[in-house]
């Protein structure tokens, strides 16, 4: 792997993400994925490169008010492809940047085939290579012979978490003459609304609680007992033991959804249920809704049984149940320089989930600044990084020092990452002003970003 070829291993959101940029750059790239190669992974269903798994939503895009919003801008304005991908092939959602999944990987897919720069092999790679610029993207379901392989050469245990994936409902099963159509406040894209929603009383919604907390879950072996959840995945039975209305609170909050089923002479427009279940688009065809908020480690039998008591999905019919599985990351601010280089062995670098990033959109960031990186050391220049009052550089630096070692968890990117603003800013115009501070720092660096590279 030493002919002037960029490695990249893993063809996740990341790995693709890094092969494009590196590609872009004029530079060489050979992508292995196992995935079609004879191997698979507990969580995904296709060989395709940037699957989505858990979810299909890239959560909120407004790029004023919100830190993922702005991640999103930032990408774009850098020829991201998973951010292509995703604004071609995108779904309603409200505010939220959701994409009909298949059409998205496959578009990424062929994106990468079809690049003259990039070889994809279908292999498992099982060790970290002794030389040759390579980037690990193998994301949190690393094949265990290349985790031990990680381990041997960092010299130190991998963290793991567990993750959770929700279920997924054909469309024409779900009754709309109890559920309806609306996005909360009414700030959905389409007239109508882009969420199906399904009410509950507080009579059922407190059967259903209780049918959470007693339903059959998924066992843990031995060696998973000790193993966290990150909250961001949380399962909904999880969320259910914390308390009776946290779910109120959550996942299935009622508020700015009028029932349009419950209207009266005085309420002509219906009032807000006890609680509700919110399905969101899951492709383009509209034939396909995840249930939003439910992750679950119930088993199947157990979620088919309780999932048809929540009113409209009575003769639901599931096109994926909900799954656990165990994810993996590294402790980035003690092994990763800032460049995202291995300390050990700065020939590698890690990007994606297995840094310890959270999110779709962070791990294709963080895969963007791998092979942005990588392909400037190539070329024998130094890529000045990010400033940190943008999201990608609060990214990068809460991934590659930031954080404390000691206790470092997964993290999605969030306003906490940015440096404190310079001057005083009333409460509502904060989340404004980071924004403008990061585009105007960011849109600085990118301008110079060539010139640095090219001198």
Not at 46 to 72: I, K, P, Q, Y
Not at 337 to 343: N, P, Q, S, V
Not at 345 to 366: D, K, W
Request: hydrophobic fraction near 40%; glycine fraction near 10%.
């Amino acid at each position: 792997m030493t002919d002037g070829t960029i490695t990249i291993i893993g063809g996740g959101l990341a790995g693709s993400e890094a092969a494009w940029q590196i590609a872009s750059q004029g530079r060489k790239v050979r992508l292995f994925e196992m995935r079609g190669g004879g191997d698979m992974t507990p969580a995904h269903q296709t060989d395709g490169l940037a699957e989505l798994v858990c979810s299909n939503s890239f959560r909120s895009d407004d790029a004023e008010r919100n830190a993922v919003g702005l991640l999103h801008q930032e990408m774009r304005d850098l020829d991201s492809l998973i951010m292509r991908c995703a604004d071609t092939h995108k779904v309603p959602a409200g505010s939220a940047l959701a994409m009909d999944r298949d059409r998205f990987s496959d578009a990424v897919t062929q994106a990468l085939s079809e690049h003259p720069n990039v070889e994809i092999v279908r292999e498992r790679v099982d060790t970290l290579p002794d030389s040759g610029l390579t980037i690990v993207a193998t994301g949190p379901l690393t094949a265990l012979s290349l985790a031990e392989s990680i381990g041997a050469t960092t010299g130190a245990d991998a963290l793991a978490f567990f993750d959770a994936i929700a279920p997924i409902v054909h469309r024409h099963s779900v009754d709309m003459d109890i559920a309806w159509m609306a996005s909360r406040w009414g700030k959905g894209e389409s007239d109508e609304g882009d969420y199906i929603n399904c009410p509950m009383t507080k009579e059922q919604y407190l059967a259903f609680h209780q049918g959470l907390i007693e339903g059959e879950k998924t066992e843990f072996k031995d060696w998973e007992k000790d193993t966290p959840y990150f909250d961001g995945c949380m399962p909904i039975e999880v969320m259910a033991e914390r308390g009776v209305d946290t779910l109120r609170y959550g996942p299935m909050k009622p508020v700015g959804l009028d029932n349009p089923h419950a209207a009266t002479a005085e309420h002509p427009k219906g009032r807000w249920p006890y609680a509700v279940v919110q399905l969101r688009q899951d492709n383009a065809l509209g034939t396909l809704w995840n249930m939003v908020g439910f992750q679950t480690k119930l088993k199947h039998g157990a979620q088919i049984e309780l999932f048809r008591t929540i009113p409209g999905l009575e003769k639901a019919e599931f096109a994926r149940l909900g799954g656990l599985h165990r994810n993996t990351f590294i402790n980035s601010p003690r092994l990763l320089d800032g460049e995202l280089r291995l300390k050990s062995a700065p020939h590698i670098r890690f990007a994606g989930q297995i840094t310890g990033c959270e999110g779709y959109v962070e791990s294709s960031a963080v895969g963007l600044m791998a092979g942005r990186l990588a392909a400037a050391e190539m070329a024998g220049k130094a890529m000045p990084l990010p400033p940190q009052t943008t999201a990608l550089g609060a990214l990068l630096g809460h991934i590659t020092g930031g954080a404390d070692a000691r206790d470092y968890q997964p993290m999605n990117v969030n306003f906490g990452l940015f440096p404190d603003l310079d001057e005083r800013v009333h409460k509502k115009q904060r989340k404004e002003a980071y924004t403008g501070r990061a585009r105007r720092e960011f849109v600085s660096w990118a301008a110079g970003l060539g010139r640095a590279i090219a001198a």
